[in-house]
């Protein structure tokens, strides 16, 4: 694991949400994007380093949908960025860690990612994230 990548954000109105990071970072977002296969519609903000994901869900089935009935509006998931994602959940699930994505698939921003099963690790969400051009 490098860094966090960014912080992921579940919110029930992607517009408004936009409109009060912006205020909260002093800048707009960098871009909006649908991610079909998640059910989402994403914002991006960059703030140094690290960036600040928004996902409304686009349909009922979303688990943005799922996680916003169960647990409310708020902090969805950790992204860390790694070198080489194959590597890293063949590392994890060695361990025995539960992965929810056992292969890589498209995500939101150029990325190639996967998601970690949260009763794996104390309640949080993980997400591991790799340049999809390396
Ligand atoms: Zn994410």
Do not use: W
């Amino acid at each position: 694991m490098n860094k966090i990548e960014h912080l992921g954000i579940a919110v029930k109105d992607l517009a408004a949400s936009n409109e009060i990071f912006t205020d909260l970072l002093g800048t707009p977002p960098y871009k909006e994007e649908v991610v079909e296969s998640e059910g989402v519609i994403t914002s991006f903000f960059k703030i140094g380093e690290s960036k600040i994901e928004l996902l409304q869900a686009t349909h009922d089935q979303s688990p943005i949908h799922n996680f916003i009935e169960k647990r409310g509006e708020g902090m969805h998931h950790i992204a860390f960025a790694v070198e080489d994602i194959h590597a890293e959940i063949k590392r994890l699930m060695d361990k025995g860690y539960r992965m929810i994505h056992e292969k890589p698939k498209q995500g939101a921003d150029g990325k190639i990612i996967a998601f970690m099963h949260p009763k794996s690790s104390n309640g949080v969400l993980v997400e591991l994230c790799q340049d999809a051009d390396k």
